[in-house]
């Protein structure tokens, strides 16, 4: 199976389980593969048959930016949720980083998510 990726995707966002985190924006960076049957459109050459993968960007965007979670994970479980909305994504595996939280070091997490 193919999939069709977004890396290092960052976005604004006020997530965390400190009153400072959730004050005031911090960058995310995101990972995203998405496993979709892409012969069709390799056969049309039409974006019509393809994941186009900037709504794909801009919904994970939305997100990010007009909610807030105590937990990275929420925030995770809610994006993949929302991009297997698609019926044609089989599995999506999502990872984020928490860029500025440390000097030395990034925490983040790796999730992979199928249709139920």
């Not at 939305?62 to 297997?84: D, K, M, P």
């Amino acid at each position: 199976m193919d999939y069709v990726f977004i890396e290092r995707l960052k976005v604004q966002g006020k997530h965390g389980v400190t009153p400072q985190e959730r004050k005031v924006e911090q960058e995310f960076e995101f990972d995203i593969k998405m496993w979709v049957d892409t012969v069709k459109a390799g056969q049309s050459d039409k974006l019509a048959d393809a994941l186009d993968y900037a709504p794909v960007r801009d919904r994970v965007a939305a997100i990010v930016e007009t909610r807030s979670f105590f937990l990275i994970e929420r925030l995770g479980e809610t994006i993949c949720q929302e991009i297997l909305q698609d019926q044609r994504i089989e599995k999506v595996e999502l990872t984020i980083r928490k860029t500025a939280v440390w000097d030395n070091g990034m925490p983040g997490i790796a999730m992979i998510r199928t249709q139920n």
